[in-house]
């Protein structure tokens, strides 16, 4: 099925896609910094520039979409047209993702994934609850933190 609207539309709708301040990565600061934490955003230093970066409690914290990181939930859908650009497209993002993971781990740093699902959608964990799920975490000593929709 072709494309609905021209390749300078589509072009220009996906340049609006935001992949820094995104609304899940918004709550969370909000959510965070209430509580009293400080934090670093995309601290290009680090690899994979995560979106929150905790020095103090030498933590990372990744907000990731559903759809561009290729999650496993009612969120993520593979397009029917080009199959194999998204595919491909999905599978490196995941690979650049292991990539980053494995050398913060490498530099003893801690990892903290907050999906999308977990913020909206049918899914979605009530916000007090995902704020003080990563608040307990970053007290404590854990080394990794995933938090998913239901």
């Known amino acids: 099925?072709?494309?609905i609207v021209s390749t300078a539309v589509r072009s220009r709708m996906m340049s609006g896609i935001r992949s820094t301040n995104t609304k899940p990565e918004m709550v969370l600061r909000k959510g965070l910094h209430g509580l009293g934490f400080?934090?670093?955003?995309?601290?290009r230093r680090l690899p994979g520039s995560p979106d929150l970066v905790f020095p103090k409690h030498r933590a990372a914290l990744?907000?990731?979409g559903c759809f561009w990181h290729g999650h496993d939930c009612h969120l993520f859908r593979l397009p029917s047209t080009r199959t194999d650009f998204w595919l491909g497209k999905i599978n490196r993002n995941r690979e650049v993702d292991a990539r980053a993971y494995t050398a913060l781990r490498d530099q003893e740093w801690r990892i903290g994934v907050v999906?999308?699902?977990a913020l909206k959608g049918r899914t979605r964990l009530p916000l007090d609850g995902?704020?003080?799920q990563c608040s307990d975490w970053l007290r404590s000593d854990r080394?990794?933190?995933?938090?998913?929709g239901q």
């Open 115 to 117: 999906w999308e699902c």
């Open 130 to 132: 995902v704020i003080d």
């Open 143 to 148: 080394p990794e933190l995933e938090i998913k």
């Open 62 to 64: 990744f907000a990731h």
């Open 38 to 43: 400080r934090f670093r955003l995309n601290d």
């Open 1 to 3: 099925m072709a494309d």
